[in-house]
């Protein structure tokens, strides 16, 4: 499973952006998906996540509301639309992938297959 994400870079705070991660290897019918991030300093954190069967998805609090996960089958893609961003989201965002069939997941390490991440930087 290789995953490729993109769609980073640099907005103003109340901008918005849209994150996008390509997965490729293999039969996604029963995958999870999920981004996290790592802001300078900290640790990595759950942002969102999607079953990529039935649709159903979670948010971290902090994103609730301004952020949206979506999925399109037929290109294999994820998506992370962005918005009312702030400078505390700056971080650098990971897509992650999981063979796991049952819905949501919220933890890292529930996750098999990371992508490379791709760097988000919200200026004041």
């Known amino acids: 499973v290789q995953l490729q994400a993109s769609g980073g870079g640099l907005v103003q705070a109340g901008g918005s952006l849209r994150l996008a991660c390509v997965a490729s290897g293999r039969t996604f019918s029963t995958f999870t998906l999920g981004w996290f991030r790592r802001a300078p300093g900290k640790e990595r954190e759950f942002v969102s996540t999607?079953?990529?069967?039935?649709?159903?998805?979670d948010y971290a609090d902090s994103v609730k509301g301004r952020f949206t996960i979506s999925r399109d089958n037929d290109k294999k893609t994820v998506y992370l639309e962005m918005n009312s961003l702030k400078p505390e989201d700056t971080a650098v965002y990971y897509c992650a992938a999981v063979d796991f069939p049952f819905g949501a997941a919220v933890s890292a390490e529930q996750y098999e297959y990371w992508g490379q991440g791709t760097l988000v930087t919200v200026s004041s």
């Open positions: 999607i079953s990529w069967r039935s649709g159903s998805s």
